[in-house]
């Protein structure tokens, strides 16, 4: 069958492609005017974060390989970047690749002033970084903290997310951190400013939907107004015109949330950029906002490959394995391409006969990096929010199944859903198992029956619905979500 529609789909193809009329692609082909005056979009331009002390990393580099990645990173003899995201640092201290703060020591109480210290080793080698960066053609230093110090926040550490002390919803017994922390980020700047650099925006939070174990402060919209209302009159009171960012939500969903709620509590004025990334959702339809937006981080987390770019079996490789992948997989069929009428017929039998596949991926980044994700694999997100939500209704199997990226998770599917009509539903989880470690055993077992309920009570939710409007794009993200809990101790 499948076959049989490929070989229809491609003589469609080749009538369609000898239909053409005569002279395009030629050289007498129409003319095509391009007018670099018509502008649809502001661009602010591109930009490149080497915080962590990945600064520090290019500077031990020896001067002819420091200007080789500089020369790439910042002039069009590479990719040209304008823009630079520094890291603002919340650690105690700074071994491996942790940033280390200005105040690192506790103040008495939360109305002392703080301990200043001078930037730890230049910012981590920002400052060197950013003087490179600007005499190369940046024109926008963002300054982006991951977390406030420890001793400002609900859970005493930078780490392991926790909240700032003085927003909605806490109540620490030190008090209201607000000003101080508002403080130390005027203090940064001041800093910078005394060594000629001039942040443009400043960012008080880093992916504050998660909880990790680096650097992490958790936010709701609220809460980050709660810290806007403090911040923004302390800027303007030490005479900065530097902007306010927020909130680096770790996905465009979440950070539609937080701006959401901002938006409430009517500090959007207060705002000079909204800033998201595209890893827990991928960036879909516009902010509802007149700030202008910026997806400040997103990747793949796919292995480094320095072949890449090399025209060799390398980069032949890699086309070859784009290719074989679907890009929007699973994608809808040739055959509903061909006319409407097939279109109409087909899609609706496509969506509720097929078993759809979505692949989950765990990430670990480096040793140092300490970090790890899970969540659908871009080609599926592209697809999940690329098919329209009266298609995705009418999806009656789900497959969930785990990348090797970069070991071996679980044998088997980690989820397997089947919706019958009436509310019949199939679902299947992987069973208890015996891990290498006998100790783990139980925090393992612990973990699979927590994801077991969290799956089972999303699924009771869909089963409700009315048969016509069954799942829903946010069905698969919480669905992957349910799904690591199991891998919580991992
Ligand atoms: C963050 O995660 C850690 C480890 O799972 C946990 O111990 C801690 O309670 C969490 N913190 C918050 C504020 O949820
Ligand atoms: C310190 O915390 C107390 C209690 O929340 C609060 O009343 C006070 O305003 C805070 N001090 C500053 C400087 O914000
Ligand atoms: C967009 O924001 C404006 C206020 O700025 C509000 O009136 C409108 O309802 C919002 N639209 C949506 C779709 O949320
Ligand atoms: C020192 C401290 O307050 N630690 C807290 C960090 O946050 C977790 C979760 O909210 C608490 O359980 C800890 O006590």
Redesign the pocket.
Known sequence: MVAGLTALSAALLAAVVQANPPGYGGSSGPTIKVDTNCKYQEYDGTGVSEAFQRGLVIHELNAAAQNLVLDFLFTTKGAGMTILRNGLGSATSDPFDLMKSIAPVAPASNSSALNFIPLPREDEYQVWLSHQAISRGVNTIYADAWSADGYMKTNGTDSYGGYLCGVTGTSCASGDWRQSYANKIVKYIQDYAANGITVKYVGFLNEPDLNTTYASMQSDGRQAADFIEVLYPTLAKAGLKTQIACCDGSGWQQNRERLTGI?LAGD?NKLGLVTAHGYSDYPSYPF???KHVWQTEWSTFDPINYAWYSGGNGFQNKIYAEFKMPLYAPSQPPLSHTCRQLRQESLPMFYATCEFEIRLRRTRIGPTYRMKRFMISDENALFVHNTEPKYVATVRHLLFTFEEDPRPLADGPACCLQLGEGGDYNLQLPGPEVSRDPSFDELANEARSQAGAAVRRLVARIVARPEKDKLRREDFFELCEAIALEFKFG
Do not use: G
């Open positions: 938006q959007e509802n906002t007149t």
